[in-house]
């Protein structure tokens, strides 16, 4: 069956700081890739998605993600964070099934603390 | 502006009392659908709609129905609710995308916390 970690459940930052949050998934070809992020008190919005291409995709609000097929892996990055990025971040999948549908999995998510 | 909107908000009910919460957007979206967030579960889709009249399973869809009448709107309606469907609800809404796909640019409601005492 499909899966989706993040092996992180929390992380905590200083401002300024690099950061990187862990994706991993569990599939036998290359599925769509997403990062969500969910403000305290809001709906999900999306930062970047994966689905061909350039394995370096850009994404809203300074974030990127790099895709590696070999470690079946999407992990997110920024090169210095801002206090307003404190929030909870998603990992997502999709794959075409047996059925011709698709099937949308979500991480259970880690939560970014930033510290002054 | 551009927007999937909930309602209610916040509700507290008990149980057995059926309850509708009803998900509406303004982008002539094909695609709508409904998850659930639950503390280390992530979210966990309940139903989705290929378009009107057009609805199908997730993966916890048990205790929950849902309709696709029109376009815009695709109600949540739990028949007979219990404490184990307290949760955080999202109902989300995609056009369909470049590549044909579901789910390439979801847009989220705001979000449903119920309480099912």
């Known amino acids: 069956a499909q899966s989706v970690t993040q092996p992180d459940i929390h992380i905590t930052v200083s401002e300024g700081a690099s950061l990187e949050l862990r994706c991993n998934y569990s599939y036998g070809a290359t599925p769509y890739l997403f990062w969500y992020v969910q403000s305290p008190g809001q709906g999900l919005q999306l930062l970047l998605k994966?689905?061909?291409?350039?394995?370096l995709v850009q994404g809203i609000k300074g974030f990127e993600a790099e895709f590696k097929r070999s470690q079946s892996s999407f992990n997110l990055r920024k090169p210095s964070v801002h206090w307003s990025d404190a929030a909870e971040y998603f990992c997502a999948v999709a794959l075409i099934s047996n059925f011709g549908n698709e099937k949308l999995t979500f991480g259970t998510g880690t939560r970014l603390t930033i510290i002054p | 502006e551009a927007q999937v909107t909930q309602n209610p908000r916040y509700l507290i009910t008990v149980t057995g009392k059926k309850l509708t919460v009803t998900c509406s957007q303004n982008?002539?979206?094909?695609?709508m659908s409904w998850y659930r967030q639950d503390p280390g579960l992530g979210l966990r889709q309940i139903y989705y709609s290929m378009n009107v009249e057009v609805t199908d399973k997730g993966d916890v869809p048990e205790g929950y129905k849902v309709s696709r009448k029109e376009k815009r709107n695709f109600p949540l309606i739990l028949e007979s609710p219990s404490p184990n469907q307290t949760s955080l609800y999202f109902c989300?809404?995609?056009?369909?995308?470049?590549?044909?796909?579901?789910?390439?640019?979801?847009?989220f409601g705001p979000g449903t916390r119920l309480l099912v005492l």
């Open positions: 989300a809404s995609s056009p369909q995308g470049e590549r044909g796909g579901l789910w390439e640019t979801q847009y």
């Open positions: 994966y689905f061909s291409g350039d394995t």
């Open positions: 982008m002539n979206h094909e695609y």
